[in-house]
Every structure is written in structure tokens, then in C-alpha cells.
């Protein structure tokens, strides 16, 4: 399914003068990365919870501190990362477990079962992508995954250079010899990122996001053309495989704004398609199609 020439046209150019808007005002210029780190110490001993008070602190100096791409961005990347550590011992360092998710806050979210790595307050959290570290390298793998879905949002597969780093990460995190735990998990997640059937997903976002920016623009007409692209991708998607968790996620994430851009519509029609594709939601749909009727 290809974009409408005109339709690409004007939705660059609304995207290109609003990151320049943002870039060249000093009040809103983005941060690249904003973070939110809720790593939760309740189950350390006392002495090491002590130790890592300032532990969220150091992870958010460590990402929002750091240029992560070579342009400035319209708005910043959202980070949240939450975790509960364990005490795993120390032997040289102090070693430490968890489960965490990483997430975007929005519509993006992973579940990652097994982080091990070894941390003591002095150390300084460093930017090396060269030489492993259990604790940075994780950080970096699931920062350049959420980069890598902004980009996604502005530009078509705009994120793949940053899908290609953090694959190389894992790729390489594979071959430590003491905390090679998690990151074949690691990669089969970011290998099923970059794979040609995830890509339906990607420009689901893409089209979506690129019509909320039309309707900002006040170009309600583009803006549910775009719309109806993603939905078109959604329906053959959920014909393909009803329960692929991908649709929920989006729909569950995006639905107001769904059927709000469609709000000036003369038919129902993309009310009950989203109706069928997104049953949880039908009441909603269904305010918008009384409003049509009236």
C-alpha cells in the first residue's frame, strides 16, 4: 500500500517546519532522551540499598547526558525503564539481578527476564561501545530500540540505524562470559523488530503518527487519509492473526485519538471497521457514530 504523493509531501513538510519550529526556539528545544528510571531496592539487604540510593540518579545522568542521534529530534524519546533488583553476592564487585520492563510509556513495551550485572557506588557509569559492561550495554540496547521507534515515527523505517546498533549489541553481549544471560533473548527480540513481518507494525505508526501531526496542522482531510491506511494495515493484519498482541497494543494505546481524527466523517464506516477490529473499545466508537447521526 503506497502513500498518496501529495499526501507524503505535505505531511514531511508539516514534520520538517515543526522540528524546526522546536529547534530554533530556545524554550522548547527537545532533549533528546527523557528518561524515567523506577528501579526499586525493597528487596536488597540494607547495606546495599544503601549503596544504590542514587542509583536512578546515575542511570538518568548516564542517558539524558548522552547525543544518541546526530539531529535534533521534535520532541524528546521516551525512556521508562522499571526493575526490581535482587542480591546475587559479591565476589570482586557486588552482583545484582532483575527482571524489568522498558517501555516507551505509550505503545512500545518489552518484558526483559534476566538482567545480571555488577555495580559499586563508585563506579562511573561510562559510554564505551567497545568494551562490555552488564549494566551500560542493557541500558544502551533497550535506549537505541526506543530511538529507533521515535525515528519510526517521523520518516518510513526511519529507525533502522539504530535497530542495526542495538542488534550489534546483542550480538556482541552474547559473548560475555559472565553475564551472557538475557542476551540471546536480547536479540531474538530485536531480530523480530527488524524482520520484514514486524513491518506492517512499523508503518501502522508511522502513517498514524504522521496523520496526528496533519491534524495538528488543521488538515483534518490528509490527516484521516493517513489514518485510514494504518487501519487498513491493522485489518489485514488482524485477518492474518486475530490475536497478535501488536494490534491490541496499538489500539489500546491510540484509540481516543482514532476516533477523534475521523471525528468529521459523512459515514460511519471507519466507526464500524474499527468497531470489528477493536471490540473493547466499542463504546467509544459508538459516542462518534451518534454524533455522525446527529
Not at 542488534?167 to 553475564?179: L, N
Not at 508511522?206 to 491506511?229: D, I, W
Not at 489485514?236 to 476516533?259: C, M, P, S, V, W
Not at 459515514?267 to 468497531?275: A, M, N
Request: include cysteine; proline fraction near 2%.
Amino acid at each position: 500500500m503506497n502513500l498518496h504523493p501529495q499526501g507524503w509531501l505535505y505531511m514531511k513538510s508539516s514534520i520538517i517546519v515543526l522540528a524546526l519550529l522546536l529547534a530554533l526556539s530556545p524554550d522548547t528545544h527537545a532533549q533528546q532522551v527523557k528518561t524515567n528510571f523506577l528501579i526499586h531496592l525493597e528487596t536488597l539487604p540494607v547495606s546495599q540499598a544503601q549503596e544504590l540510593r542514587d542509583f536512578n540518579r546515575n542511570l538518568k545522568d548516564y542517558v539524558e547526558g548522552w547525543d544518541w542521534v546526530n539531529e535534533d529530534l521534535p520532541e524528546s524519546v521516551n525512556l521508562h525503564i522499571e526493575a526490581f533488583l535482587a542480591y546475587r553476592g559479591s565476589i570482586v564487585k557486588t552482583q545484582y539481578a532483575a527482571k524489568l520492563t522498558a517501555s516507551n510509556g505509550l505503545d512500545i513495551k518489552y518484558l526483559d527476564r534476566w538482567w545480571f550485572f555488577e555495580f559499586e557506588r563508585d563506579d562511573l557509569l561510562r559510554h564505551d561501545e567497545v568494551q562490555f559492561h552488564p549494566l551500560t550495554w542493557l541500558i544502551d540496547f533497550y535506549t537505541q530500540i526506543m530511538v529507533g521507534h521515535e525515528l519510526d515515527k517521523f520518516d518510513e523505517f526511519g529507525g533502522n540505524d539504530h535497530f542495526d546498533r542495538a542488534k550489534r549489541i546483542a550480538e556482541d553481549g552474547r559473548f560475555s562470559r559472565e553475564y551472557q544471560r538475557g542476551w540471546d533473548e536480547r536479540l531474538e527480540l530485536i531480530e523480530g523488530i527488524i524482520a520484514d513481518e514486524f513491518k506492517p507494525f512499523r508503518r501502522i505508526r508511522f502513517l498514524f503518527y504522521g496523520g496526528m501531526a496533519l491534524q495538528k496542522e488543521n488538515n483534518n482531510t490528509e490527516a484521516s487519509a493517513f489514518c485510514r491506511q494504518a487501519i487498513d494495515i491493522l485489518v489485514e493484519q488482524r485477518r492474518r492473526n486475530a490475536r497478535d498482541g501488536n494490534i491490541k497494543t496499538f489500539l489500546d494505546a491510540h484509540y481516543l485519538e482514532l476516533a477523534d481524527v475521523f471525528s468529521s466523517e459523512s459515514s460511519s464506516d471507519v466507526y464500524d471497521t474499527l468497531i470489528r477490529i477493536d471490540p473493547d473499545h466499542k463504546s467509544t466508537y459508538m459516542k462518534y457514530i451518534n454524533k455522525l447521526e446527529h
